[in-house]
């Protein structure tokens, strides 16, 4: 189980930090990624880490906005977000899948677990 906390409205070029928390055990061949789902829009890919090693990816459009970790001691995930922009307006979804395949990760249809989502919004 996912439980993610941190969302909020910030003014643009403000930060927030989003923590995915999941209770159980995660598998050191777990993925887990943050997605976003706007208005009307698909949801996308946003940000993944890898659980073991940390090797992480981006979505282009968060590069150098966008940090994602994870902290194996707490069994917590965080996506930390700075130079917000309106268009990063959404709801934020954590998820976890298993398998290492590199191109899986930034489709949520890989995913097979997922928290309850986070409203970020974004005033210009």
């Known amino acids: 189980q996912l439980q993610a906390s941190g969302g909020g409205s910030v003014q643009a070029g403000g930060s927030l930090t989003l923590s995915c928390a999941a209770s159980?055990?995660?598998?050191?061949?777990?993925?887990m990624g943050w997605f976003r789902q706007a208005p009307g829009k698909e949801r996308e890919f946003v940000a993944a880490?890898?659980?073991?090693?940390?090797?992480?990816a981006y979505a282009d459009s968060v590069k150098g906005r966008f940090s994602i970790s994870r902290d194996s001691a707490k069994n917590m995930v965080t996506l930390r977000m700075i130079s917000l922009k309106p268009e990063d307006t959404a709801v934020y979804y954590c998820?976890?899948?298993?398998?290492?395949?590199?191109?899986?990760?930034?489709?949520?249809?890989?995913?097979?677990?997922w928290g309850q989502g986070t409203l970020v919004t974004v005033s210009s």
């Open positions: 159980g055990r995660i598998l050191n061949n777990y993925r």
């Open positions: 998820a976890a899948k298993a398998g290492l395949i590199h191109s899986a990760q930034f489709d949520y249809r890989h995913y097979h677990y």
């Open positions: 880490i890898r659980w073991s090693g940390g090797n992480t």
